[in-house]
């Protein structure tokens, strides 16, 4: 079963990170969150923590994450997706891989409905999570 784990950070002044896609074949110019696909034997927190450093050129501390959801409910193909959360302090520099085009630190309100009309039920499922837990 294919595993995908993601990262949401939060910046001191409350803004979240969202990332746009580089021209992705299924879901365009899609928000995104960086993270991605774990490899074999891989833990899903290490296989975030590489892939937000791959993709973001962030290094995460993984003490100062949270786990806030895990499962298929939104996977069309029983993806197993995993989806952390971290408050940082201080905005971290963002050096973005190939695989994004764009970033932006927004509010709230508009990361949930960016998460909310995109085509990736990954970014459904960060939008319902974030709402039910009031994040």
């Known amino acids: 079963?294919?595993?995908?784990a993601k990262l949401i950070i939060v910046?001191?002044?409350?803004?979240y990170l969202l990332m746009y896609r580089s021209n992705h074949p299924v879901f365009g110019d899609d928000p995104d969150l960086p993270g991605g696909t774990i490899e074999l034997g891989e833990s899903p927190l290490d296989g975030m923590a590489r892939?937000?450093?791959?993709?973001?050129?962030?290094?995460?501390?993984?003490?100062?994450?949270?786990?806030?959801?895990?499962g298929i409910d939104y996977s069309e193909h029983g993806t197993f997706y995993t989806l952390f959360i971290t408050k940082m302090g201080d905005r971290p520099v963002v050096n973005m891989s190939w695989e994004h085009s764009s970033y932006d630190w927004i509010s709230r309100d508009d990361f949930l409905s960016k998460a909310k009309s995109a085509n990736d039920t990954y970014m459904h499922m960060v939008g319902d999570t974030l709402a039910k837990m009031g994040l």
Do not use: C, P, W
Request: glycine content about 4%; overall charge negative.
């Open 1 to 4: 079963m294919k595993e995908v």
């Open 11 to 15: 910046d001191k002044d409350n803004k």
């Open 51 to 70: 892939e937000v450093q791959e993709e973001a050129g962030i290094i995460i501390d993984k003490d100062a994450v949270e786990e806030i959801y895990s």
